[in-house]
């Protein structure tokens, strides 16, 4: 199983930025499409961002979307994710996943890792 340790997240104002790390080890990173979710305070976990095997295909959340970019070093077996213009609603723990056959949906995972923790102040 691939083991996945987030880092990045903290504390931030409201139209700031904050840079996610996801780094991999255990299996070959380099195979897996991969993705970002996160889980807000008493709210279910969402999709945020999306990227294929080579990085070459990306996809986002309505709510992320010209927001955040996702990217991925395939060398450093790390996935990362750019935000920018933080809102206070992307207070959330922050999850990276491997992305199995498209599926976005969080409730079809059930391996998470401990998250980044994310708080944007207004």
């Known amino acids: 199983q691939m083991r996945l340790e987030m880092s990045g997240g903290g504390l931030a104002q409201a139209g700031g930025s904050l840079t996610l790390s996801c780094a991999a080890s255990?299996?070959?990173?380099?195979?897996?499409?991969m993705g970002w979710f996160r889980q807000a305070p008493g709210k279910e976990r969402e999709f945020v961002a999306a990227?294929?095997?080579?990085?070459?295909?990306?996809h986002y959340g309505d709510s992320v979307k010209d927001r955040f970019t996702i990217s991925r070093d395939n060398a450093r077996n790390t996935l990362y994710l750019q935000m920018n213009s933080l809102k206070t609603e992307d207070t959330a723990v922050y999850y990276c996943?491997?992305?199995?056959?498209?599926?976005?949906?969080?409730?079809?995972?059930?391996?998470w890792g401990q998250g980044t923790q994310v708080t944007v102040s207004s």
């Open positions: 255990g299996r070959d990173f380099s195979t897996y499409d």
């Open positions: 996943a491997p992305i199995v056959s498209g599926d976005y949906d969080p409730r079809s995972y059930n391996y």
């Open positions: 990227i294929n095997r080579i990085g070459g295909g990306t």
